[in-house]
């Protein structure tokens, strides 16, 4: 059972890019480390729902970037740079401890990222309707 360059290729992208995208999480939970609202959880989480959601419906990207690319983008970066299951955890650790932080913070993850969404959805398409 040999493993070809051409099938390794994209699991070595995508761990590449989980490298970089956990590390610059890690990085900005550094930088925005300010009290008891996880305010780095919630900005990378908003610009990774903006990010992928505009490379995903801009059809003129989608077509000038390789395949290979974009899984390193898509999958490896923004999917490690996310972090769902952070968002849960503190969740639930602000919803025992402090119910109206919790409900706060819970609120903004999950209204911010839909919005971050609509507006790269928004963008992607307007972009693409302008050609």
């Not at 099938?7 to 989980?18: A, F, K, S, T």
């Not at 490690?80 to 919790?102: A, C, D, M, W």
Request: with cysteine; charged share 10%; proline share 4%.
């Amino acid at each position: 059972m040999s493993i070809t360059v051409s099938r390794m290729l994209p699991i070595l992208l995508v761990g590449l890019g989980g490298v970089l995208g956990s590390s610059s999480r890690y990085g900005l939970a550094l930088l925005f480390d300010v009290g008891d609202l996880p305010v780095a959880t919630i900005l990378v989480n908003w610009l990774g729902c903006f990010l992928l959601t505009y490379l995903t419906f801009n059809p003129r990207l989608k077509s000038k970037i390789p395949t290979h690319l974009l899984l390193l983008i898509n999958t490896g970066f923004i999917g490690s740079f996310t972090t769902f299951s952070t968002f849960t955890v503190e969740s639930i650790t602000l919803l025992t401890s402090k119910p109206l932080l919790g409900l706060i913070y819970f609120f903004l993850q999950l209204t911010g990222g839909f919005l971050c969404c609509l507006f790269g959805y928004s963008l992607a398409i307007r972009g693409d309707r302008a050609l």
